[in-house]
């Protein structure tokens, strides 16, 4: 935990800008949420500070972009090495303040260095073009462009990867960054500002503002006309009002927002590899990833076999502090979060749903909430539209392929769909027929580094990872060339 205590002096955090580290006059408190214990003050910083690391972020620009791209790799691969280093450390960290258990947070450090270690890479291939001309005595270029500063804006429920995701490209293109982690897990990204120092990142290039309450900070990020673009990941409705507040400097943005992901089995599935995916998409982080199957749809010929087989498994999962060996649940981020998943539960129970486990707190209490079972789910209740962003799993069933198609297409969200099957005609069928910017086909994980990570409709705009994602940090200069 060395890493834990060299970011904190007299018990506070303090936050970086420009290089420095800045505690500003009030601080806020984060808290494990498996135990309610305080870990740690955190600089609470708000408008002013907002606008300093803007222009620190500015300042860095010039040079940072006019790095060759190599370079630049290689001050990225140094991050990459230092935070494979420093990987326990990190995880205990992260658990420590999101709550997932050490076995997902170490997955998280290593799926979130990835990004950094892939973009180094990937720096060094932004190529623009050169057109056939139109004239014999011109010339025709495109030239690939940073950006400019760019305000990254994250989530807690990946307290590291949603950070890498957006800063790994941002700074290999040649930007610089402003980050607002979420107020319950900052200190996942103070310690990776902090191995970014350690690993030669020119002051400036990376600024962490954190704060209690995201408005004011919010309200700079997305009106300053010195920031370029905005990449938010968050929920739906807070992208919105976002991306209006970015309207009035038409800034580039990007948007991961929430889901309400269907997980389709078909009669043919393979039950076993259709349950095992089921665990894995449904309850990793105790179901509090955007990527989480929300609705569960079944055919009505293994729909009795795929509850009954899903239920056990749910039941059989070992939910408990995240530090503890063995653990697969960890508590859910807040009672907020607890709030919603009972009353999602109460609401299905209330109409006609079947409980078949859970359906309550864990006898831990606090914010332990039990793995979920409902079967017999209907289209009134609210988790058929709505994102519970937690350890329940409603079973709706189904006839025919067109209804699965057509309940999984009955969302404004349109982020990650999954689905079982063991006919190619249907998989093709199926696969062209969802609307999702995501499809799992026989899997319940998809998220890696090389592909693009999108949603569609309500979910998004834009797209992280892959090369994609790396281009979505730059702009195109066309350049003409004349008097040849
Ligand atoms: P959230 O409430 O929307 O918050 C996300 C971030 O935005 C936090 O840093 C939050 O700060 C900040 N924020 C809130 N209001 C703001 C404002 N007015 N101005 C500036 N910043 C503001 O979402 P969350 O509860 O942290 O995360 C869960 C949601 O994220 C779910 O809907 C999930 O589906 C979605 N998500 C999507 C993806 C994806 O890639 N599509 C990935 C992960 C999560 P505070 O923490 O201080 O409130």
């Known amino acids: 935990m060395r890493l834990f205590e060299s970011l904190l002096s007299d018990g506070t955090a303090a936050a970086l800008i420009g290089g420095r580290w800045q505690k500003g006059t009030n601080s806020f408190p984060v808290t494990n949420p498996a ?20 222009t620190a972020a500015q300042a860095a620009w010039s040079e ?20 494979h280093e420093h990987t326990e ?17 170490r997955g998280e450090v290593a799926y979130g260095a990835s990004f950094i270690e892939f973009f180094a890479e990937e720096a060094k291939r932004m190529s623009g073009e050169t057109l056939p001309t139109h004239a014999s005595d011109k010339r025709l270029l495109v030239l690939r462009e940073p950006v400019g500063v760019v305000a990254a804006i994250t989530p807690w429920n990946f307290p590291m990867a949603m950070i890498t995701r957006k800063c790994a490209p941002a700074i290999a293109a040649g930007c610089t960054v402003v980050i607002k982690p979420a107020e319950a897990t900052p200190l996942t990204a103070l310690a990776l500002a902090k191995l970014a120092n350690e690993a030669g990142m020119p002051e400036g290039v990376i600024n962490v503002v954190t704060a209690s309450t995201p408005d004011a900070v919010g309200k700079v990020l997305t009106t300053d006309p010195r920031v370029r673009k905005v990449s938010f990941t968050g929920s739906t409705p807070v992208g919105k009002k976002l991306l209006a507040q970015c309207a009035g400097t038409v800034k580039k943005v990007s948007m991961e927002l929430g889901g ?78 607890v709030g919603k998943v009972q009353c999602h539960v109460d609401d299905a129970v209330a109409k006609g749903g079947r409980l078949l486990c859970g359906g309550h707190l864990h006898e831990l209490g606090h914010s332990f909430y039990a793995p979920t079972v409902i079967a017999g789910a209907t289209l009134e ?32 969200f349109g982020l990650a769909a999954y689905f079982y099957t063991q006919d190619y005609r249907r998989i093709w069928r199926v696969m062209e027929g969802l609307e999702y910017g995501m499809v799992g086909v026989n899997e319940g994980l ?39």
């Open 64 to 83: 940072w972009k006019a790095l060759p791209a190599k370079r630049r790799a290689v001050i990225l691969r140094a991050w990459f090495e230092l935070i």
């Open 89 to 105: 450390a990190l995880a205990e960290l992260m658990t420590l303040e999101q709550g997932k258990p050490l076995a997902e947070s």
């Open 381 to 412: 209740m609210r988790v058929a539209s709505e994102e519970t962003f937690g350890p329940l799993a409603p079973v709706f069933c189904f006839k025919e392929d067109e209804d699965a198609i057509a309940m999984a297409n009955d969302t404004p």
């Open 260 to 337: 309400n992901a269907p997980f389709i089995v078909f009669d043919d599935a393979d039950l076993d590899a259709a349950v095992a995916g089921a665990i894995a998409s449904k309850f990793r982080n105790a179901g509090q990833t955007c990527v989480c199957t929300n609705r569960f749809l079944v055919q009505e010929g293994i729909y009795d076999a795929f509850v009954e087989a899903l239920a056990e498994k749910a039941k059989a999962l070992l939910v408990g502090d995240g530090r503890k060996p063995g653990t697969q649940i960890g508590p859910l981020i807040n009672q907020a979060a």
């Open 446 to 484: 998809i998220s890696t580094e090389v592909a693009p990570f999108v949603g569609i409709k309500e979910s998004g705009l834009g797209c992280e990872g892959s090369r994609h994602g790396l281009e979505d940090f730059t702009e195109l200069k066309y350049v003409c060339v004349g008097g040849l």
């Open 35 to 54: 135990t309610g214990e305080i870990l740690a003050q955190v600089a609470d910083l708000g408008e002013q500070e907002a606008r300093e690391a803007v």
